[in-house]
């Protein structure tokens, strides 16, 4: 992008360097009425009007004097941009045409709004000269649009439109570029992240604005469809000049943004109202207000040290000294190429946060898969498991052999879940049951299992509930009937699902408050890992035992 930049700055100073062909050109008059001694070099001009007034569809004429001081550089050509259908005339002789003037009863073929001819080397000589136009215009009768004769080399005026354009439309497919590639990542991207689909609908703006701006060169455009390629124009631009502070608002993280944008938009809809149907200075007012927007933004950011402030501040103030120097359609679009570049550098500041994110999740799923298979291969558990087991093979080999089948059923599951983020939860119910069945042998209590509206589709992170079950075993004693139960409910709706986990025992006493040990951390980060921002956890002492309550909003799947 900075090369394109450095290219088309090149190409502009190039085109606009040493001058071919000095002139000096003088301002219209105008009358109406229709005769064809009125193109004559010499005439007099008494009763000319400095202004067209209101023609009608009545024929005009207007005359307007140009001096060639020097052409240098070959073949001169004549530039005509006016409103309407005429015929024109250099020093009396006819040179070409623009439509086709009307007449009161025969209606015109309506020409361009910009024409270039060639002016024959007979008539090219320097000194004075006149240019005048037989015209006609029916479209837009009451717009008083200005006369302008351009005067230079004709294969300077054929090509450097050319040229510049093709230039523009370069730089215009590397918008499109960038759109298309930053839609398919918004569109591709786990999480939503809504700064890449605001920059990449900006550059398809920038795309359609360039396009709409220069195509002009390459297709014919009759003068009464003019105005609307401008309202096209205009609103591109009014878009794009609300677009891009939203986009620096939320990289930045600015205060009170909306309130900035709403002050923006209000000032730009005041220029269109205020400034309707002079379409080129809207557009240079609402270039004007984006920048003193993003102005104080990049002033506020770099105040609170954020990462990209300067750069967007050093383009900010660079394309202003370009505009001062540059046209107005050279240096707006200069100004957007330097605003692309600034968001593409904090698109980079931002993608290196993300795959650090992205390591450190893997690293923290790595870390959960771990303590996963701790969880029950802690030397304790295995002790006293084995302790169990010796005592039952001893004393009921039948029950000692089921023991064994229980304990390698609990080991099998939780081999196949471990590596995994998700598991249907019915697999998570038949890890809980194998381990009561392993915990009952173990500690001689009768533990039930009980669930409710679980869905076949429905899935948790592994061992979440296991976690809760195991909770339930350590802090709970038996109730009066020798039994602890535990109840597993699901229930869902249009913004969420829930899982509730009732542990029916007595609770233990405890000295110190039941917030949350090693248990509930692997809980909570088990759901960060899966539904990042979208869970809530609650678990508390409840009249029968304890219960957990786990929430997932449905946006997260």
């Not at 269109?272 to 927007?293: E, F, K, V």
């Not at 692997?522 to 029968?544: N, T």
Request: glycine share 6%.
């Amino acid at each position: 992008m900075k090369r394109i930049i450095l290219f088309i700055f090149s190409v502009v100073l190039f085109c606009s360097c040493k001058r071919q062909v000095l002139y000096e050109e003088y301002d219209p008059i105008f009358k109406t009425g229709d005769d064809v001694a009125w193109a004559a070099k010499s005439l007099n001009e008494t009763g000319w009007r400095q202004e067209r007034g209101a023609t009608g569809r009545q024929v005009f004429w207007i005359r307007e004097k140009t001096e060639l001081i020097a052409n240098s550089g070959g073949a001169l050509g004549l530039q005509v941009i006016a409103f309407g259908a005429y015929e024109i005339y250099w020093d009396g002789v006819k040179i070409g045409i623009n439509g086709k003037p009307g007449s009161p009863i025969v209606d015109e073929v309506p020409g361009n709004e910009t024409i270039i001819l060639p002016v024959p080397d007979s008539l090219s000589k320097p000194g004075k000269h006149t240019v005048a136009l037989r015209s006609t215009q029916f479209s837009y009768p009451r717009v008083q649009r200005n006369v302008g004769v351009k005067l230079d080399t004709y294969v300077n005026l054929i090509r450097r439109p050319l040229l510049i354009s093709s230039l523009m439309f370069i730089m215009a497919g590397a918008f499109l570029v960038a759109s298309l590639y930053y839609i398919f990542l918004y569109f591709n991207s786990h999480k939503k992240q809504y700064p890449v689909l605001i920059f990449s609908v900006i550059c398809l703006l920038f795309f359609l604005l360039l396009i709409t701006e220069y195509i002009k060169f390459y297709i014919e455009i009759p003068y009464p469809k003019f105005f609307i390629r401008m309202e096209v124009i205009g609103w591109l631009t009014f878009s794009i000049s609300l677009l891009v502070p939203l986009y620096f608002c939320i990289q930045f993280g600015i205060k009170r943004k909306y309130l900035l944008l709403c002050l923006l938009f209000g000032v730009l809809l005041f220029i269109y109202i205020r400034n309707y149907g002079h379409y080129d200075l809207s557009a240079i007012y609402y270039s004007r207000a984006m920048w003193l927007t993003m102005l104080l933004i990049a002033f506020d950011a770099v105040y609170r040290k954020q990462k990209g402030s300067w750069l967007l501040m050093a383009g900010i103030l660079a394309s202003a000294g370009m505009n001062y120097y540059l046209l107005y359609d050279f240096g707006i679009f200069i100004f957007y190429t330097f605003i692309v570049v600034s968001m593409l550098y904090l698109h980079t500041i931002r993608m290196k946060k993300i795959e650090q994110e992205h390591s450190n999740s893997l690293l923290l799923s790595s870390r959960l898969q771990l303590e996963l298979l701790k969880k029950n291969i802690q030397p304790h558990f295995i002790k006293n498991t084995l302790t169990s087991l010796i005592d039952w093979v001893e004393e009921s080999p039948k029950k000692g052999t089921e023991f064994i089948q229980a304990l390698a059923n609990e080991f099998d599951i939780m081999n196949a879940i471990s590596e995994q983020s998700l598991i249907p939860i019915r697999q998570e119910i038949a890890l809980c049951q194998m381990h009561l069945k392993v915990m009952g042998f173990r500690k001689e209590i009768s533990y039930e299992w009980e669930d409710s509206g679980i869905s076949t589709s429905a899935t948790i992170p592994p061992a979440v509930i296991h976690t809760l079950l195991e909770n339930g075993i350590t802090h709970n004693t038996p109730q009066d009937n020798g039994t602890i139960r535990f109840k597993l409910s699901f229930s869902q709706n249009d913004d969420f699902c829930q899982y509730t986990f009732e542990t029916l025992g007595k609770n233990r006493e405890l000295q110190t408050n039941r917030s949350g040990g090693n248990g509930f951390r692997y809980i909570k980060a088990r759901l960060e890992e899966s539904y990042p921002g979208c869970w809530q956890f609650s678990s508390a002492a409840s009249a029968q035992g304890w219960t957990s309550i786990i929430k997932i909003n449905n946006k997260s799947k």
